[in-house]
C-alpha cells in the first residue's frame, strides 16, 4: 500500500481519499472539477394565474385578448421568427426525436472551427412537457387561468452557444408562455478558458485533461467553488438568454415593459474526481480487478460495457486526443461501475486511454436536501463531494480488506451499551450474514440509512429465505453492531452508517467465508476428476494448490475430508 509521501508527490486534491491514496505511486496526476451544470430559469409571475394575467395587463395595458388562442400564438410567432432568423444568418436548424443522439455530441459536429467565433452556431427542435396554461371565463367574465395537469409534450428549441468564458452552453427553452428555460453549461470547458487566458499548459481529450500542469489546472478548477462563480453563472445565462432566446418571443422593449425577468434555480449538477495513470496498462488492470473485487459485496447489479479494441494502447498519445473526430465507436473497453441512490448516482468508469473518472451526479437537485435556489451552489458542491469521498472510501475497504487479530473471536462474544447486555454477532447464522451482506450494498448511500431501509434491502437481496424480516428486527440486529462499533448513529438522526474502517472488516469476513474456507472444503470434499482446462483463472490456479495442500494436511491430521 502507498504512503502519505507517495500522495504528497501529487497535486493535492481539497480532500483526498483512500482509494486516491492508494494508487498515488500509479498516477501521473489528479484534478477535482466541476462537470455539468445544469440552471433552471423561470418568471416568478409565470407560475401562478394570478401572476400570468398581471403580466398580459403589463404587456398589453388590459386583459383584453387573454385567452388559450392568443397564448398560443406567441408559441406561433416564436417559431416562425426564429426560422427566418436562422435562414437568413445560415444558422443550421435541426429536429431531434429524444432516442436520438445527445444534443452535445449532435452539437459538437456543428462547432465552429474558428477559435474566436462567439454566438449562437446551431438550434435544435424537439418535444418535451412543458408549463402551458388554459383560460377559461370566470361569472363575471374575467379570464381564469389554470395549469395543465399534466404538463403538455410542446416544442422546445435548443440554442447552442459559444461563449468566450464557458465554452459551449445550451439554452433550451419552451415556446409556450412562461417560456421556461434551461441552461446547460460544462466545468471543464471553463477551466480550459481559464487555462488559455493564464497561460496554463495542458493537454485535453474530449471532456478530460490527460497532460499538463495539474496542480494549476487543481487551482483553476477550484474556482468553480468560490462566491464569485455565483455570479459569473447568473450574469452568463442573463448575456444570452434575453439577447438572443426570448427576443423571438418578446423584443427587448415587451421585455421591459412587462418586467419579465428570470429567477434561477439549479436543476442537475455533477462534480468528478480524475485520476490519470501513467500507464493504461496499470489502469486497465487495477480497475478491473477492483470492478471483480467490489461489486458483489457494493451490490452493483449491472455493469455497462461499451465494446471497442480489448486492449488499450500501450503508448502515450498527446494533443487534443481522436475522440474528438470519433463520436460513434469506442477505441477500446469502457466499463461503468454505477450505483443509484434515487435521483442521486454515484459512478465510476475508465475515460480515455489512462484515466478513471469518478462522478457524484445530483439528477435532481432537489434530492441533496439543501434547497435549490443558485445561491446554494456551494453548499450543493460540498455535499457532492462528500458524497463521492464516501463512495472511494467504501470502495477502497471493499478492495483491500482487512480483520485485525482476534477479531474473529471476539464478535461472537456479548457487549455491552451503557447498562444494557447486547449479544454478540455470529456470522455462522444466516440472518446475520444477509444483514452483513445488506450493510455493504448500504455502504455507500450519500446520507446514512434507517432500519427500515436496511430491512427492505435485505429482503430484496435475499428474497423468500429473509420475507419476514422486519424493521424492528432490523433495529435490533443494528444494536448488536453499534455495540461491536461496527455501524454508528449520525448525530440527531435516526439514520445509521457503517463506522470508520468496518466496511474492511465486514468485507474481510465474506471473503475469508464465501471465497476462501467455502471453496477450499468443497474442493477438498469432492476432488475433480479428468483433464483441466486449458485456460485456468489466476485465482482458480490458487485454489487448486491451496486443495492439494489441504487434502494431505487431512492426511496427516487423520480428518476424513
Known amino acids: 500500500m502507498t504512503t502519505l509521501w507517495a500522495w504528497s508527490n501529487l497535486p493535492l486534491m481539497t480532500t483526498p481519499d483512500d482509494f486516491s491514496i492508494y494508487v498515488a505511486d500509479l498516477l501521473e496526476g489528479t484534478y477535482d472539477c466541476v462537470d455539468r451544470i445544469v440552471l433552471k430559469g423561470y418568471f416568478p409571475y409565470g407560475q401562478q394565474g394570478g401572476g400570468m394575467r398581471t403580466w398580459w395587463r403589463d404587456l398589453h395595458g388590459s386583459d383584453q385578448g387573454l385567452c388559450e388562442e392568443g397564448l398560443r400564438r406567441f408559441a406561433g410567432d416564436f417559431s416562425r421568427r426564429l426560422q427566418a432568423y436562422a435562414k437568413k444568418n445560415q444558422i443550421p436548424l435541426l429536429r431531434c426525436a429524444q432516442q436520438e443522439q445527445k444534443p452535445f455530441e449532435l452539437a459538437r459536429q456543428h462547432r465552429p472551427t474558428d477559435p474566436n467565433f462567439q454566438g449562437l452556431f446551431l438550434i435544435l427542435i424537439s418535444r418535451g412537457p412543458a408549463l402551458v396554461w388554459k383560460v377559461k371565463p370566470c361569472r363575471s367574465g374575467a379570464p381564469h387561468l389554470e395549469a395543465q395537469s399534466p404538463w403538455p409534450h410542446v416544442q422546445h428549441y435548443q440554442f447552442h452557444i459559444l461563449d468566450r468564458q464557458w465554452g459551449h452552453l445550451m439554452i433550451r427553452m419552451s415556446g409556450h408562455p412562461p417560456f421556461g428555460i434551461h441552461v446547460a453549461v460544462n466545468g471543464h470547458e471553463w477551466v480550459q478558458r481559464q487555462a488559455l487566458a493564464q497561460s496554463v499548459p495542458f493537454q485535453k481529450q474530449d471532456n478530460c485533461f490527460v497532460g499538463g500542469d495539474f496542480a494549476r489546472l487543481q487551482t483553476l478548477a477550484q474556482g468553480l467553488h468560490q462566491p464569485q462563480s455565483l455570479v459569473a453563472l447568473a450574469e452568463l445565462a442573463d448575456r444570452w438568454v434575453y439577447s438572443t432566446c426570448l427576443c423571438f418571443a418578446l423584443d427587448l422593449d415587451q421585455q421591459q415593459r412587462s418586467h419579465f425577468r428570470y429567477e434561477y434555480s439549479l436543476a442537475q449538477l455533477e462534480f468528478s474526481r480524475n485520476l490519470l495513470f501513467s500507464s493504461a496498462h496499470q489502469l486497465d488492470q487495477l480497475y478491473q480487478g477492483l470492478i471483480d473485487r467490489t461489486r458483489r459485496s457494493l451490490n452493483v447489479a449491472k455493469l455497462k460495457t461499451i465494446f471497442g479494441r480489448k486492449n488499450r494502447p500501450h503508448t502515450k498519445k498527446g494533443g487534443q486526443g481522436r475522440l474528438e473526430r470519433v463520436l460513434d465507436q469506442a477505441a477500446w473497453d469502457l466499463t461503468v461501475f454505477k450505483l443509484h441512490f434515487g435521483r442521486l448516482t454515484l459512478k465510476m468508469y475508465d475515460k480515455g486511454q489512462r484515466v478513471l473518472r469518478i462522478?457524484?451526479?445530483?439528477?435532481?437537485?432537489?434530492?441533496?436536501?439543501?434547497?435549490?435556489?443558485?445561491?446554494?451552489?456551494?453548499?450543493?458542491?460540498?455535499?457532492?463531494?462528500?458524497?463521492?469521498?464516501?463512495?472511494?472510501?467504501?470502495?477502497?475497504?471493499?478492495?483491500?480488506?482487512?480483520?485485525?487479530?482476534?477479531?474473529?473471536?471476539?464478535?461472537?462474544?456479548?457487549?455491552?451499551?451503557?447498562?444494557?447486555?447486547?449479544?454478540?454477532?455470529?456470522?455462522?447464522?444466516?440472518?446475520?450474514?444477509?444483514?452483513?451482506?445488506?450493510?455493504?450494498?448500504?455502504?455507500?448511500?450519500?446520507?446514512?440509512?434507517?432500519?427500515?431501509?436496511?430491512?427492505?434491502?435485505?429482503?430484496?437481496?435475499?428474497?423468500?429465505?429473509?420475507?419476514?424480516?422486519?424493521?424492528?428486527?432490523?433495529?435490533?440486529?443494528?444494536?448488536?453492531?453499534?455495540?461491536?462499533?461496527?455501524?454508528?448513529?449520525?448525530?440527531?438522526?435516526r439514520r445509521y452508517r457503517l463506522a470508520g474502517a468496518s466496511v474492511r472488516t465486514v468485507a474481510a469476513l465474506f471473503i475469508i467465508r464465501e471465497k476462501v474456507l467455502k471453496p477450499l472444503l468443497a474442493g477438498a470434499a469432492k476432488p475433480k476428476v479428468g483433464r483441466p482446462p486449458k485456460n485456468i483463472h489466476p485465482l482458480d490456479q490458487h485454489y487448486m494448490t491451496l486443495q492439494r495442500e489441504l487434502s494431505r494436511t487431512f492426511e496427516t491430521l487423520g480428518l476424513a475430508a
Open 359 to 493: 462522478e457524484a451526479i445530483a439528477y435532481q437537485i432537489t434530492d441533496l436536501k439543501c434547497g435549490k435556489r443558485l445561491e446554494k451552489l456551494l453548499v450543493m458542491l460540498e455535499k457532492l463531494q462528500q458524497m463521492l469521498i464516501n463512495f472511494l472510501q467504501a470502495v477502497q475497504a471493499a478492495h483491500v480488506s482487512f480483520l485485525d487479530d482476534g477479531a474473529l473471536d471476539a464478535l461472537p462474544q456479548p457487549s455491552q451499551q451503557g447498562s444494557t447486555r447486547l449479544a454478540g454477532v455470529d456470522i455462522q447464522k444466516p440472518r446475520m450474514r444477509a444483514v452483513l451482506a445488506a450493510l455493504l450494498a448500504l455502504a455507500a448511500q450519500p446520507d446514512g440509512f434507517t432500519s427500515k431501509t436496511l430491512a427492505e434491502r435485505v429482503r430484496q437481496q435475499q428474497g423468500p429465505a429473509q420475507a419476514d424480516y422486519t424493521a424492528r428486527r432490523a433495529a435490533y440486529d443494528l444494536r448488536k453492531l453499534r455495540g461491536k462499533q461496527l455501524v454508528e448513529r449520525m448525530v440527531r438522526t
